[in-house]
Nanobody, 122 residues
Framework: QVQLVESGGGLVQPGGSLRLSCAAS????????MGWYRQPPGKQRELVAA???????NYADSVKGRFTISSDNAKNTVYLQMNGLKPEDTAVYYC????????????????WGQGTQVTVSS
């Protein structure tokens, strides 16, 4: 089993910044991809940012130029730096890891954090 623990959410004024962290623990042979999703109240979960082991990144159009995804592989941790926050960024943010649990594993496994609330006041 793999456990993901998120931190860094909170209340911030428009234009402010937050840095989210998500640390994975457990049986991980390698990490194929990491990402951040968010779910605004009453809406569907959406992709915010993602990165792969190959070094590619992808961002939602709504956050390009404001959010940056990064990682520390030695700590199995992914970060989301959020600058220039807007009220529409208010949501529960979830981290996501796609991992290979062992060298003999035939398929990747996906794990989710428990979510952290980000509220941007106006």
């Amino acid at each position: 089993q793999v456990q993901l623990v998120e931190s860094g959410g909170g209340l911030v004024q428009p234009g402010g910044s937050l840095r989210l962290s998500c640390a994975a623990s457990g049986s991980i042979f390698s990490i194929n991809a990491m990402g951040w999703y968010r779910q605004p109240p009453g809406k569907q979960r959406e992709l915010v940012a993602a990165s792969t082991s190959g070094g590619t990144t992808n961002y939602a159009d709504s956050v390009k130029g404001r959010f940056t995804i990064s990682s520390d592989n030695a700590k199995n941790t992914v970060y989301l730096q959020m600058n220039g926050l807007k009220p529409e960024d208010t949501a529960v943010y979830y981290c996501n890891f796609v991992v290979r649990r062992a060298h003999w594993s035939t398929s990747p496994a996906t794990y989710w954090g428990q979510g952290t609330q980000v509220t941007v006041s106006s």
